[in-house]
C-alpha cells in the first residue's frame, strides 16, 4: 500500500488492487480509517474518525485533488 502523503498524523495511500474501481484514496490515523472518491471529493465510507475529522480530511484531499489523481493515474497505468 504504497503511501503518497502524510499530512500530520495522516496517511494517505492507495491499495494496489484497486485500480478497477473510481479513482479514490484511503486515510489512516491510528485505527481510524477512511476511503474518499477523487473525481469529485467526497466520503466512501468512514471508521472511528469524527465528523470534524472527515471534514478537516475531505479538505486536505480537496486542496491537493489535482496532484492525487495524478498520483493515482500514474500509478494505475505502470
Known amino acids: ?38 473525481n469529485i471529493v467526497s466520503l466512501e465510507n468512514s471508521v472511528r474518525f469524527s465528523r470534524e475529522e472527515i471534514a478537516q480530511l475531505q479538505r486536505l484531499i480537496e486542496e491537493n485533488q489535482d496532484l492525487r489523481l495524478r498520483s493515482w493515474n500514474e500509478y494505475f497505468q505502470d
Open 1 to 38: 500500500m504504497p503511501a503518497v502523503l502524510r499530512i500530520g498524523p495522516y496517511r494517505f495511500y492507495f491499495y494496489s488492487q484497486k485500480g478497477s474501481e473510481p479513482p479514490h484514496i484511503h486515510v489512516q490515523r491510528d485505527r481510524n480509517k477512511a476511503k474518499f472518491w477523487l
